[in-house]
């Protein structure tokens, strides 16, 4: 089942929701929708659900027009954030809910009602539970309950609307990879709407992120961490180093650290430069360019440490992690001074996080000298440039 | 401490402070509530439970007694189908002219009840707008019983829907929406989701609208013509039986009224009690 979502466009007054979205979605994919509040990505759901209109645009599932159809027929299961369980009915009633409103030709008996909703039940761990209220469990078995109530009636796809954004965080996790499990055993089409890029880079097959209505990039999701396409999706996935560079002669550079070349040769005035944090070296040899940085705290946050560092060159505070034996093995302390410089950065010829199509360079360090000539391509919307020998792995 | 403690300990160290408030609470009821309820059965009573029945079995009461259970089972249904459109139509919808609409919902409880029965009769009067054309097709409104039956309306229009409103609104449209995903047609949405979730306000204010046809004075009064036996209801009847002198009688008409008020708070009381977990559930707040 194949779902083809072309150019739809949704204005509520004042603002664009969803301003021209398009996305194709394979059968059996886990797809995450990714973005801040206000990003569209609950109203592309809600659309999809059919709860809400829609201005223009189309969506078509195996070629046929989805959007004509009430929300009643379209065959979706949707699970909301706050579980939306029928609080006067049992659990067992409410999965049975969906199979129960069927008109009565497709009805199934009681029997049969009542053995696919204990089998329902038994998958998703809750068994036993099948006389209690929602009133009286708790938020993860609500929602595992919605779950249930939400494939009762063999839906073609299955969209989440921030699912776990109401539970505490250890259930969370658990939750996640035991739906993540479910769906592997199901193969159901899934869209997945969430707020929280940890949750969308564990889970998905691809994510589309989104922001002011618009799909910034989808692809797999070490695809958005290592290959971000703009830079919303730097700075919104994951944590990230902004450096803003200069030309320096026929290279672009920041204080001492500088790059090999210059691809848009001195055309735009502020390029920008996003380094992840395991990307910093802390241990530059003197032979090659580095910024003398101060260590100013070390956060320890279990097998990772995250280190503040303060770069007088730059004016700028960075954040490094390294693995909590590498902390040991360097003994860091803080009040260090180190060198520090990247080892790869992916570099975009404007700063304007606003701006769509922004040329973009994917920028690696090299273990010898650094080589100007690299392949140069035109200030191409995706120009990832590689130099031809192995670089050092980040 | 935490905001349930605090009074908690205060009425340990201070048992003066909440006994105060009781005896306060208890006079002041006792004073305007429970004297004058007392004084109705005392004074219904005074001249023998003979002369009690025989009052309520006068056929001028009984025909009162009537009149008032017609009126209120036509006028409490007819309010109870409009209370639950307009809290549908004002918790689930945005339209223009929302809040006028809400201002009307709100209009007969502040206006005088008078004025509510006058409006009427300027209306469906033989004099009125609409009186040329009731006397042409030989249809009396006002001194009849339709005119009870629509100031009574009038009257009773705020109860169900003032009960439904804010708990509608607070209770959110999610459930609702996850019944028709799930394949419920609109009627069974309603009857399914919605109806359950807002039964005991329904019934509360049911009850409420209940109590309110059956005792209303002012608006009727002004439409019915106290025409005895046949535009005259229970209220009507006290009103008339007292000013004639005959206590006894009066009081025996108003001891019924005063009964079906006790009744209904008993039936009240009784689903409260039964029903006190669904109650708190139905409540927002709950998963």
Not at chain 1, 90 to 118: D, I, K, Y
Not at chain 1, 177 to 198: M, N, P, S
Not at chain 1, 200 to 227: C, F, H, S, T, W
Request: net charge neutral; with cysteine.
């Amino acid at each position: 089942m194949t779902l083809e979502i072309s150019r739809l466009c949704r204005r509520f007054t004042g603002f664009a929701a969803l301003n021209d979205v398009s996305l194709s979605i394979a059968p059996g994919e886990f797809l995450a929708l990714l973005g801040p509040s206000g990003s569209g990505k609950t109203t592309l759901l809600r659309i999809l659900a059919g709860l809400e209109q829609h201005d223009s645009g189309s969506v078509r599932r195996d070629g046929a027009d989805f959007l004509t159809l009430p929300a009643r027929e379209r065959k979706v299961g949707l699970v909301f954030q706050h579980y939306a369980l029928f609080r006067h009915l049992t659990v067992r009633e409410n999965v049975a809910f969906g199979l129960r409103v069927r008109p009565r030709r497709t009805r199934p008996s009681r029997g049969e009602v009542a053995t696919r909703v204990e089998q329902l039940l038994k998958r998703v761990q809750l068994e036993g539970l099948g006389d209690r209220f929602p009133a009286q469990l708790s938020g993860g078995q609500c929602q595992r309950v919605a779950l249930a109530r939400a494939l009762a009636v063999e839906p073609d796809i299955l969209l989440l609307d921030e699912p776990f954004g109401a539970l505490d965080a250890q259930v969370r996790v658990k939750l996640r990879r035991w739906l993540r499990a479910l769906h592997d055993e199901l193969k159901l089409t899934t869209i997945f709407v969430t707020h929280d890029q940890e949750e969308a880079l564990e889970l998905a097959d691809r994510i589309a992120v989104m922001n002011n209505g618009r799909i910034e990039q989808v692809g797999p999701p070490q695809g958005i961490y290592q290959q971000p396409e703009t830079p919303f999706v730097c700075e919104f996935i994951g944590k990230v180093n902004r450096i803003a560079l200069h030309a320096d002669g026929d290279r672009l550079a920041a204080a001492q650290w500088q790059l090999g070349a210059d691809p848009w040769r001195g055309l735009h005035a502020q390029p920008v430069a996003y380094v992840r944090p395991e990307q910093l070296s802390l241990a530059v040899p003197s032979a090659r360019p580095a910024w003398t940085a101060r260590l100013r705290h070390i956060y320890l946050a279990g097998s990772v440490a995250h280190l503040e560092l303060y770069v007088a060159a730059l004016d700028q505070t960075l954040e490094a992690d390294i693995a909590n034996e590498e902390l040991a093995a360097l003994r860091l302390q803080a009040g260090d001074t180190l060198r520090v410089a990247p080892r790869g950065a992916v570099v975009f010829s404007s700063a304007d996080v606003a701006s769509s199509d922004p040329g973009r360079w994917v920028w690696r360090a090299h273990d010898a000298r650094d080589h100007a000539a690299h392949a140069l391509t035109a200030p191409a919307p995706v120009a990832a440039l590689h130099d031809g020998r192995r670089s050092v792995a980040p | 401490m935490n905001a349930v403690a605090l009074p908690r300990a205060l009425a340990r160290r201070r048992p003066l402070v909440p006994a105060l408030l009781i005896a306060l609470a208890l006079g002041w009821l006792a004073a305007f509530l429970l004297l004058p309820l007392a004084a109705v059965f005392v004074e219904a009573l005074r001249a023998g439970v003979q002369a009690y029945l025989a009052s309520i079995g006068k056929p001028d009461a009984l025909a009162a007694v009537r009149l008032t259970l017609l009126v209120a089972a036509i006028a409490v249904p007819l309010n109870l189908v409009f209370g639950v459109a307009a809290a549908w139509l004002m918790a689930r919808f945005e339209f223009r002219g929302k809040a006028l609409l809400g201002a009307l919902i709100d209009l007969p409880f502040s206006v005088s009840p008078v004025v509510s029965g006058l409006v009427y009769v300027l209306l469906f009067g033989a004099q009125g707008w609409f009186g040329p054309w009731l006397v042409a097709h030989g249809v009396t409104v006002i001194f009849a019983v339709p005119g009870l039956v629509l100031a009574t309306i009038f009257i009773t229009v705020p109860f169900v829907a003032r009960e439904l409103i804010p708990l509608m609104q607070a209770q959110g449209s999610e459930e609702e929406e996850a019944a028709r995903v799930l394949g419920a047609t609109g009627a069974q949405m309603f009857f399914r989701v919605t109806l359950p979730n807002i039964r005991w306000a329904l019934l509360y204010g049911v009850l409420l609208c209940n109590a309110r046809a059956m005792g209303e004075f002012g608006a009727v009064s002004v439409v019915s013509g106290h025409i005895r036996g046949l535009t005259t209801t229970m209220p009507l009847e006290v009103e008339m039986l007292y000013n004639e002198y005959d206590y006894v009688g009066a009081f025996a008409v108003a001891s019924l009224l005063a009964l079906l008020a006790l009744l209904t708070l008993a039936v009240k009381t009784l689903l409260e009690w039964r029903y006190g977990d669904a109650l708190a559930t139905h409540a927002p707040g709950g998963h």
